[in-house]
């Protein structure tokens, strides 16, 4: 709609769902555009502007290359957590919404045909959620036999031992794990909705099935010392993930945790008008029990070296080389991290 107005030099006020400066330069809104339920009306995205080879996922999330992503849904079911944009009042409204299965079929014998690809990897902030839904896919991938190995997303409170069998059957070879922390008092404050038990388990049962975890917590959370966030980084040892990530309690605008956040009683929000920051990188909230930012990222980095170097995960890396592309995949993280870590040095 917006670009036939533009085109033909029309109203671009009659378009809902956008903002636009008027002739006075005042910056107007036009209103939330209509929520539509039904996903399967939209055609399947083209690829055909992009060279699939220069896109390459990070090294932990991909085996067999040439990848690309899919999304299945949108919204989400649980929308409680307090630090995701999808707990925002906004996203609530418009519900939880995903592509029927035969639809999620249709386009990977698409991608496959038309590109070659041999893995997908999945993009959905929750692909778990609904388990029926999953189950399902599940059969379909298996009855098509399409060779299509695929990760994704996922609440650990939807986990269970024989649908994990049943992804990896599926072609499903990676998990990712919103786990957050090691403290159960801190899962209550951000409403996560799992236990520390629930958290081993999904991992356990993952792995039991053949299925490799990458795991995601947050350090400076309102409430933590920094006794509960070494207590966190303990936990993540404890778990034997495949790939551990730790990231800094980031208050986006619009959701719950930054509202707590701003009120004072958990810490000091620092707020400095400088969006760049917004990269659960950088310290922009630090709890009252910390004497500083770099006491934060201290613990932060001291989490990466104790969970990375340990001989065990070198051994378990170590065991899980299959194939000269293994090899590669190891050496091009060992790059990326490389980079990584000078590129944090240089924006502290």
């Known amino acids: 709609e ?7 030099k029309k109203d671009v006020s009659q ?7 008027n002739a006075q330069g005042e910056i107007v809104s036009t209103g939330y555009r ?4 039904d996903l399967d009306e939209f055609p399947i995205p083209s690829r055909k502007f992009f060279d699939l080879e220069k896109y390459i996922p990070t090294p932990n999330q991909y085996r067999r290359l040439p990848a690309t992503n899919m999304i299945t849904g949108r919204g989400c079911s649980y929308s409680l ?33 038309a590109y070659g690809i041999r893995e997908v990897v999945f993009w959905d902030d929750e692909f778990l959620m609904g388990g029926d839904w999953v189950d399902q896919f599940c059969d379909a991938m298996i009855a098509e036999n399409l060779d299509i190995l695929w990760s ?13 069998k049943k992804m990896r059957k599926a072609g499903c070879w990676n998990l ?38 990458r795991g995601s917590f947050i350090l400076g959370l309102p ?11 303990d936990f993540a040892l404890t778990l034997d993930l495949d790939y551990g990530q730790f990231n800094l309690a980031t208050p986006f605008k619009g959701t719950s945790m930054y ?39 201290q613990l932060r980095d001291s989490g990466y070296r104790k969970f990375y170097l340990r001989p065990k995960y070198w051994w378990l890396k170590l065991r899980s080389i299959h194939s000269h592309e293994d090899i590669l995949r190891y050496w091009r993280g060992l790059i990326f991290l490389m980079e990584v870590r000078l590129l944090r040095k240089g924006e502290y």
């Open 152 to 164: 994704c997303y996922g609440k650990v409170n939807y986990v269970r031992p024989e649908r994990m």
């Open 81 to 113: 957590c307090t630090f995701c944009f999808e707990s925002t009042e906004y996203v609530r409204e418009k519900g939880y919404r995903r592509i029927s299965v035969s639809r999620a079929i249709e386009e990977i014998k698409y991608l496959k045909q």
């Open 223 to 233: 409430g933590e010392t920094p006794e509960m966030g070494r207590k966190t980084v």
């Open 259 to 297: 509202d707590l956040c701003k009120s004072g009683k958990y810490g000091t929000y620092n707020d400095d008008g400088d969006f760049g920051k917004y990269t659960t990188c950088s310290v922009i909230f630090l709890p009252k029990d910390y004497q500083s930012p770099e006491q934060l990222l």
């Open 34 to 37: 209509p929520v539509v339920q």
């Open 2 to 8: 917006l670009v036939d107005m533009l085109e033909f």
């Open 176 to 213: 990712f794990f919103g786990l957050e922390s090691g403290n159960q008092e801190l899962l209550n404050i951000i409403k996560k909705g799992q236990t520390l038990d629930m958290m081993r388990n999904a991992v356990k049962w993952a792995h039991e099935a053949g299925i490799e975890v």
């Open 15 to 21: 378009v809902t769902g956008i903002y636009y400066r």
